[in-house]
C-alpha cells in the first residue's frame, strides 16, 4: 500500500484563523479524498480530489470553508478557513488504491489533529 | 445512505468471538472494512464483493449477502491487539468518481 504522510501532525490554532495540511503520498494516484473525524466519531468525507480539476464536495461542506489544492499525482492540501470551536477534529488524507488482484479500496494517511480554541 | 453498523460496541475476553454487522438501504456491490486503533489512522482490513468473500486478515473474515444489502465481520478467537473500533464503508459515486462513506462504528474492547 501507498506511503502516506501529513503535514502538521496537529495544531493548535485561535478562531478566525486558517489553517492549510499538506499530503504527501510516495506514489502516483489519481484519487485522493479528505476526511473528517470528530472525537468520538466517524469518518466524514469532506471532498474528493483529483488533479487537474476542482475538487468534488459532499453535502455540508463548501469550498470557501475547506478549499483544496491538488496539483500533481502525488500532493493536496486542505486549507479550513475562518475556523471555529467547532472545526477541532482530526482531518484525514486518503487516498485509492488496492490490496492486489483488481481489488480497489482506499488507504488514510496518519491524520492531522486539529484543535481551536 | 451512511452504512448502519452494529452493535455499537462489543466487551470480549481473549478467545471469545465477536460478530460485527453492516447494512446498507441501497444496493451494495463492495464493502470495505477497517479497524483503528486509538489515536492511529484507520487501516484497511478487507473487500468484500458482490457474489464473493475474502478472507484478509488474522483470524477475521467476512461475509456479504447482496440480497439483504449487508455485510457480517466475523472475529474469532479474539487477540488483546484485536481491540480497536471497526468501520464498515460502502461506496458512494459522485461526479469527481467513487469514494468511500462510514458507518458509525463499533467498539471492541477485547480484555485478558
Known amino acids: 500500500s501507498a506511503v502516506i504522510s501529513q503535514k502538521p501532525s496537529r495544531d493548535i490554532c485561535q478562531r478566525g484563523t486558517s489553517l492549510t495540511i499538506q499530503c504527501q503520498v510516495d506514489s502516483q494516484v489519481t484519487m485522493m479524498f479528505w476526511y473528517r473525524q470528530q472525537p468520538g466519531q466517524s469518518l466524514t468525507l469532506i471532498a474528493t480530489a483529483n488533479q487537474g480539476s476542482e475538487a468534488t464536495y459532499e453535502s455540508g461542506f463548501v469550498i470557501d470553508k475547506f478549499p483544496i489544492s491538488r496539483p500533481n499525482l502525488t500532493f493536496s492540501t486542505l486549507t479550513v478557513s475562518n475556523m471555529s470551536p467547532e472545526d477541532s477534529s482530526i482531518y484525514l488524507c486518503?487516498?485509492?488504491?488496492?490490496?492486489?488482484?483488481?481489488?480497489?479500496?482506499?488507504?488514510f494517511g496518519p491524520g492531522t489533529r486539529l484543535l481551536v480554541l | 445512505q451512511q452504512p448502519v453498523q452494529s452493535p455499537q460496541a462489543v466487551i470480549l475476553r481473549e478467545g471469545e468471538d465477536a460478530v460485527i454487522n453492516c447494512s446498507s438501504s441501497k444496493a451494495l456491490y463492495s464493502v470495505h472494512w477497517y479497524r483503528q486503533k486509538h489515536g492511529e489512522a484507520p487501516v484497511f482490513l478487507m473487500i468484500?464483493?458482490?457474489?464473493?468473500e475474502q478472507k484478509g486478515h488474522e483470524k477475521i473474515s467476512a461475509s456479504f449477502n447482496e440480497k439483504k444489502q449487508q455485510s457480517s465481520l466475523y472475529l474469532t478467537a479474539s487477540q488483546l491487539s484485536y481491540s480497536g473500533t471497526y468501520f464498515c464503508?460502502?461506496?458512494?459515486?459522485?461526479?469527481?468518481?467513487?469514494?468511500?462513506?462510514f458507518g458509525k462504528g463499533t467498539t471492541l474492547s477485547v480484555s485478558s
Open positions: 464503508g460502502t461506496e458512494i459515486t459522485n461526479q469527481a468518481g467513487t469514494a468511500l462513506i
Open positions: 486518503s487516498v485509492e488504491g488496492g490490496p492486489g488482484q483488481g481489488l480497489e479500496t482506499q488507504y
Open positions: 468484500l464483493l458482490k457474489g464473493g
